[in-house]
DNA sequence: GTGGTCTAGACCACT
DNA sequence: GTGGTCTAGACCACG
């Protein structure tokens, strides 16, 4: 459900945060369901309880999540919200990168003609 | 011709290697034109010199410019080999991106038509 | 007549002496009633018992209740005995937050009106 | 300039960042300004790096500071962007200590009287 | 020297 | 057993 990539050059927590929003926005994980305890997830994960507790705290002030001493952590919001968030997010990136892909040349015409291509890709491998 | 944000969070050296890959890339700079000397620029940006040293020498691990020790450094790209680098790189995020976009549910439609807007957004900044 | 908010950070005890002081405070709790059991309680809210324990203890050694073994607890102070406890606490509250109020630079003028707003609110709030 | 206080119920890492919240929003640490690096700090407080650490992130994702690599940490917030989310922070703790007390029948008139009895008591403080 | 991340291990409050 | 905080010490990237 959760893996760590090591070469990734982004924090561990970071990608734990990224992963769970996903998994919320994709409805895997639905409200108020219980996440696996932080001890648990660190030792799955081999990695130091602390590290998740950090990714937890993050998803926790960005209202993803919430947090009950004793009990655990649940997720808190729906998974159309935590979809809105997420194409907010990733729109924002989508911004950045056409500013650069403006700033060297690139015109809208291709940049959508490679969006295509990479969304076919993605259609095939799916079709595997 | 180059300025540094200091509150983007990117390291300044990484701000220096994007700004000048751009201004290659966008013929600004030319094959074998000289860049500023490492001390010049430091001067001028009132930055470490070891920071433009390091700048200069990502470039030269790309592949963009050139140095000749005494002499000073070159840029070796030609405009369109340095628009070619840079869309790979850019359509290598955009791929990132889009397996993102695509793993929480968006679809080809709704992200091209987000990528047009953002295009026409650039579009009316440089009309003002 | 007691409801557990799970989303609250406050521990769960924390929110049930709350609400029985409240309940005291208000006088619909009256003094030498009988408060509902451990278990009793403990099955309505289906919640731990222990942490109802802890509520009564706590509400024991605030001398807000008394506990008669093998018969239950019981409310100890009038009404009155426990509004005043409860303004002693509000006011030392009120105390520290106009201390940081004032601390950066919020007048009484301003912070009076806020007040006032803030009570009105409530009266509309009643009207409903 | 910043002290802790042990006897305080909150993490250390809290009061740090009320602190230097409110120094902000007092004016005294001023846009752009240098802040005690994490190491520093740590010393003169006597508590472990990481904790202040921990703090400045909190204010970082506050957008009260910004860090830069190498360099330090800077205040980002103007002292009337700072007053004003202070403001709003005292005045949500307001609603909810109003809400308390008008739930245990403290009336308006009442709680106005005690505030301008602790501002009146401030002022004479200051007086000293 | 500076911030950022991670590990290891400890203690506390809560259920 | 669960989350939350803290300490101690290490390593990396940056300037």
Chains 1, 2, 3, 4 share one sequence.
Do not use: H, W
């Not at 945060?17 to 108020?32: C, F, H, M, N, Y």
Request: hydrophobic letters at 35%.
């Amino acid at each position: 459900m959760i893996t760590i990539d090591y070469k990734d050059r982004r924090p561990i927590y970071e990608q734990i945060v990224e992963r769970i929003s996903q998994l919320v926005a994709g409805g895997v994980l639905k409200p108020d369901e219980q996440l696996p305890s932080v001890r648990q997830l660190a030792l799955e994960l081999s990695i130091n309880p602390n590290t998740i507790q950090r990714a937890y705290s993050e998803l926790e002030s960005a209202g993803i999540i919430y947090a009950q001493k004793g009990k655990g952590n649940f997720v808190s919001l729906s998974s159309d919200d935590a979809k809105k968030g997420f194409k907010r997010l990733i729109f924002t990136k989508l911004n950045d990168l056409i500013v650069q892909a403006d700033s060297c040349g690139i015109e809208q015409a291709e940049f959508v003609g490679e969006c295509a291509r990479i969304y076919q890709g993605l259609g095939e491998g799916k079709g595997k």
